[in-house]
Nanobody, 120 residues
Framework: QVQLVESGGGLVQAGGSLRLSCAASGSIGRINTMGWYRQAPGKQRELVATVTSGGMTNYADSVKGRFTFSGDNSKNTISLQMNSLKPEDTAVYYC??????????????WGQGTQVTVSS
């Protein structure tokens, strides 16, 4: 059983900052990527940023230069520092874990989601 526990999020004014964190626990296996997706009302879920086990990062164009990853591989945790937030960043943010095990093959896990609201 794999669990993703998210923290952070909340309400902030435009131009402000928030920090999201996600901790993975359980029988994780090999981590392919870990990261964040978001879903705004009436829109599809979209990638925000991901990081591979080797440390390679991928950011959505809309957040490049504003959002930054940090992580602790030994604790299977990642954090996303979000600066210069804009009202269009308002969404529910979901932690995502993409793994592989010899028993189950590829598995993808999702956190419960945390609300980020940016007021104008």
């Amino acid at each position: 059983q794999v669990q993703l526990v998210e923290s952070g999020g909340g309400l902030v004014q435009a131009g402000g900052s928030l920090r999201l964190s996600c901790a993975a626990s359980g029988s994780i296996g090999r981590i392919n990527t870990m990261g964040w997706y978001r879903q705004a009302p009436g829109k599809q879920r979209e990638l925000v940023a991901t990081v591979t086990s080797g440390g390679m990062t991928n950011y959505a164009d809309s957040v490049k230069g504003r959002f930054t990853f940090s992580g602790d591989n030994s604790k299977n945790t990642i954090s996303l520092q979000m600066n210069s937030l804009k009202p269009e960043d308002t969404a529910v943010y979901y932690c995502n874990l993409d793994t592989w095990t010899t028993l189950w093959g590829k598995r993808v896990y999702w956190g419960q989601g945390t609300q980020v609201t940016v007021s104008s």
